[in-house]
């Protein structure tokens, strides 16, 4: 076996009785050499490394977690949130690779020039590997084949108002012209799905009454809008995507959608496995997201959408913002920013709700890493496999804790999850072999790389 610089067979190797492969929980060792992953072999065998590490018998080895749905909102909205900050977080909840939102920064990710900005804006600042989502609006239509070109993994878009003028919708037409674009260059589009028609003849929400922002945002906004993503999808063979999937009335379509060929993939997040609207306070608009955090029912009809498959991944929709923007002064959620923080939190979050369901970790590390790497077609990410990145978690599934905002290292001190007890413990996090979460490890300086589409 050849030998790395350090002299050894390998630069670093884990031991771990507990490890989550592609095939599910076994016991290994895994050597790493030069940022990949060398061998995988059994736990008694005999490799050669300048540095060991032993895993404890409560922690098990997890591959990096894979969030492709995170809103840096850096450059140009950074008191919202950074890619300092966020890169931290993220490497602090297990996460060894995000894909930022084009939204919410300025410019928004809508041509070339606005990706080459926020690429030099993110370089010198990220702890963990970022890959960049375009965005298609209307009016850009001409500029989607050179932000392809450039690298980003696909195309954002929205089918009502998006929170922020600077990102505008497509309608219907422009929807259809893009994916016909898109497909002619096998590039993927994911969609926030609600139908802006139908939220238009919704109730209008205002007040604390988180009941009436519920019923603001219907669940027939999103079926609706799934409903019309499908049929175009199916009419222009392009690949699709429903970001953060929130109504299980959808399921049924999307699964008789994909039986039929369409190519269709989704995602949803942890708060809408988490919480149901029953229990949200009234005035608490650290809840507030769109679309919304809906009843218990329907979050164990999600539940059984991602066992079942129909549901491919999870992901966090970290959407920040600053305190005021909450409205906490008035709990007003009619005027409340709406988005979910809680990019630190996500692996506990699923695993703690995963775990009183009778799931294993192996399949919430499939949801949360295996299967958003695919999705975006990462080749080198989401599995302890030889030739994979050497993207680590150690993972303590039955150490707990309970949420404190003022630890969380996103920029603003907000989350719905803030005196909440979760269950599991990152206690280490490896990117490409180098220990980025755990101790000493503050001054290093941060070590991530920004990844373009078809080269990660």
């Known amino acids: 076996m050849a030998e790395s610089a350090t002299g050894s067979a390998f630069d670093v190797v884990f031991r771990a009785h507990r490890l ?6 076994t016991s290994g060792s895994v050597g790493i050499r030069d940022g990949r992953i060398a061998a995988v072999e059994p736990l008694d065998a005999a490799l050669d490394a300048a540095e060991v590490v032993d895993l404890a018998e409560d922690e098990v080895l997890l ?32 996460i060894t690779t995000l894909v930022d939102m084009p ?37 850009n239509l001409g500029e989607l084949r050179e932000l392809h ?15 922020v003028d600077e990102f505008p919708p497509l309608d219907p037409a422009e929807l259809d012209e893009a994916l016909q674009l898109l497909a002619r260059h096998d590039a993927m589009m994911i969609v926030h799905a609600e139908d802006s028609d139908a939220i238009e003849h ?3 929400a205002h007040g604390e009454d988180y009941g009436g922002f519920l019923s603001s945002r219907p669940r027939g ?11 175009l999808a199916r009419r222009t063979g392009a690949r699709v995507h429903i ?34 609207s029953e229990e949200i306070p009234d005035g608490g608009t650290q809840f507030k997201c769109c679309p919304p955090i809906r009843e218990a029912r329907n979050r164990e009809l999600l539940w059984k959408g991602l066992v079942d498959g129909i549901i491919d991944c999870v992901v966090s929709d970290h959407s920040p913002c600053t305190p005021e923007l909450k409205r906490f002064d008035s709990g007003d959620f009619g005027v409340a920013w709406g988005g979910v923080s809680s990019l630190q939190l996500g692996l506990s979050a699923v695993w ?32 302890i496999a030889v030739g994979h990145d050497a993207d680590l978690c150690v993972f303590a599934p039955d150490d707990a804790f309970v949420v404190d905002v003022g630890k969380l290292r996103h920029r603003n001190p907000v989350s719905p999850y803030h005196g909440r007890p979760l269950s599991g413990v990152v206690r280490g996090t490896w990117l490409r072999g180098r220990r980025i979460v755990g101790p000493d490890v503050e001054t290093t300086g941060p070590h991530g790389r920004l990844l373009n589409r078809g080269e990660a």
């Open 243 to 276: 970001l953060h999937l929130s109504s299980s009335d959808a399921l049924p379509m999307i699964a008789s959608a994909r039986a039929d060929g369409v190519k269709i993939t989704v995602e949803t997040c942890p708060h809408y496995l988490s919480f149901t």
């Open 221 to 231: 906004a999103e079926n609706v809008a799934i409903a019309q993503v499908i049929e």
């Open 103 to 139: 939204l919410n920064s300025l410019p928004p990710t809508i041509d070339a020039a606005a990706l080459e900005l926020k690429r030099e804006t993110a370089r010198p600042k990220v702890h963990v590997d970022v890959g960049f989502w375009g965005g298609a609006v209307h009016g």
């Open 202 to 204: 919704a109730p209008t």
């Open 352 to 383: 703690t709700q995963a775990r009183v369901r009778g799931r294993g970790l192996a399949e919430v590390v499939d949801w949360m890493s295996r299967k958003p790497a695919e999705v975006a077609g990462m080749r080198r990410k989401g599995a």
């Open 149 to 163: 070109e450039a690298g980003v993994f696909g195309f954002k878009c929205f089918l009502l108002h998006s929170g």
């Open 63 to 94: 591959p990096g977690l894979v969030d492709t749905h995170v809103h840096v909102n850096d450059p140009g909205r950074t008191e919202w949130e950074g890619f300092e900050t966020a890169t931290r977080a993220a490497a602090e909840g297990g």
């Open 20 to 25: 989550i492969g592609p095939h599910g929980e």
